[in-house]
Structures are given as C-alpha cells and as structure tokens.
C-alpha cells in the first residue's frame, strides 16, 4: 500500500463557496481552474489508478482559510472544508483514509473549537497550519493555545508554506515576479516557520508534538552545513538590539531540533536521497 500522506484536495462544497468569494489576490479561482484534479474526483481516480495501491491522506489547498476571509468569515470557511473532507473519507475511504483538519487561524477561539470538532466529531487525523499567518509568525502569543490544543488532542500537524506574489524579492520592489515568491519563496518560509517553532522552545514544552514539514523539510536539509555552525553562533552576526533574542540557551542543539520534524517525501531524486540522510527514514512519513 502506497499512502501520500501530504496530498491536496478541494472539496466541493468549499469550492462552490469559495467561488462566490473575491479573488484577494490569492489567484485560487485561476490556480484550481488549471489543476482540475483538485475537485473533479473522477478525473483523480483516473490519475490515482495508475500508480496501483495507492491512496491518499487528503488536506485542503493553498491558500490558507485565514487568507481567504477575515476572522468572522474564517471559522464558516473552515467548517465547510472539514465537513467536506470528512465526507470524502467516508465515501471514499479506500482512496482517502484519513484527512488532515484546515483551522481558520485568524480567530484563536474559532480554531481551538474547530480543532475539537475536528478531531472528536468528524475523526480528523491531524491538523494543518501554514507557515505564517497573514504575515504574523506562529510564534506569536496568541497561537500558543492552538499548540496547546493540538497537544491535548495528540494529533500530528501538517506544516504548508503560504507566500504570494505580494512577498517581493527585493524590498525596492512591490512584488515577486517569475513565480519567485513560490519557487524559492515557499522553501525559505516554510524553513524559517521550521526554525521560529524550534526557538519558541515548542519541542521542550511539548515532548509529544509531532510536526510533518511540507516538502521534506523544505531547506534545512540541504543547507545543514550551514544551520549546523551558523546557528551554533547565534546573535555572533546580529546588530546588538537583536542579542536579547539569544539570551536563552536551547536544551539542544538547534540541529537536533531540526531532526525532530517529520517529513514528506518529494519529486526529485537527489533531493530525496539528501531529506533522507538528514532526518532519517523513521521520519520520512510516506509508505
């Protein structure tokens, strides 16, 4: 049996709704419209049935739910999507056998009860959380209880990059351009959400949190030469209003906090064979 566990979906009834919605910037209407698959679950099995015992852990599509409505829309938008899931694990539970929940993390308290109806009510295997939220990191204090609920619910979180356009490559610009923000964006912020998490001291506070980082850790394993000693030298570069961010000393290491993430596999060869190496195939979660 073959499982992606990291694999997207848009259910119908989110796409219904999401068509009614404004564009925001998030080109999603263009993006799904290009990736057919994403809805049209006759033309998914069709693609499914070519790589034999195969099935998938579905989760929703970028973007994120926070990104697509402010915080009295976002917990409407999250419940529709979990509903829609769940539905699709239950009619389909040889392709899909499990889902993975969406959070409108916008609105903290709409998240924490999205997390238990999730979970408790519709059988959620885990939840996903995007890189940043609207731009704030998830460091953040307020995102703290949603860690904490996550935690109590012992389930896994599944770690997607969120960047746009709006992300610019060079500050005298406004925006990305060539596709940038996603190529080479997306890597960079779901490192950088990999490393804010670790030095939030997450994985001391929580021993039981379980991350699965998208795209097999994104850069840090191809980069470990330099996490390894660079962040070993922490603040040794800064300005000196930065050094009070330092002041703590990690437990560990912040290379063993990175071996601590989970992963999926990805498309390239060398690629694989490097993510391997690094985290170790006990943390390479696809069968």
Partial sequence: MKIDIFCHIVPQNYYDRMMKLPETG?????????????????????MMDRFGDYCQVVSMAAPPIEAMGDAKLSPELAQITNDGLAELVVKHPDRFPGFVAALPMNNTAAALEEIDRAVL?????????????????????????IFEKIVERNVPIWLHSSRSSASPDYVTEKKSKFELWRVFGWPFETSVAMARILFAEYFDRFPDLKIISHHLGAMIPYFSGRTDPGLDQLGARTEREDLTLVGRKPKKRPQEYFKMFYTDTFDSLPGLRCGLDFFGADHEESA
């Fill in 26 to 46: 998030t080109t999603i209407k263009k993006c799904t419209a290009n990736i057919p698959a994403m809805v049209n679950l006759d033309l998914r099995f069709r």
């Fill in 121 to 145: 009510k519709l059988g959620a295997g885990g939840v996903q959380i995007y890189s940043n939220v609207n731009g704030c990191p998830l460091d953040r204090p307020e995102f703290l209880p």
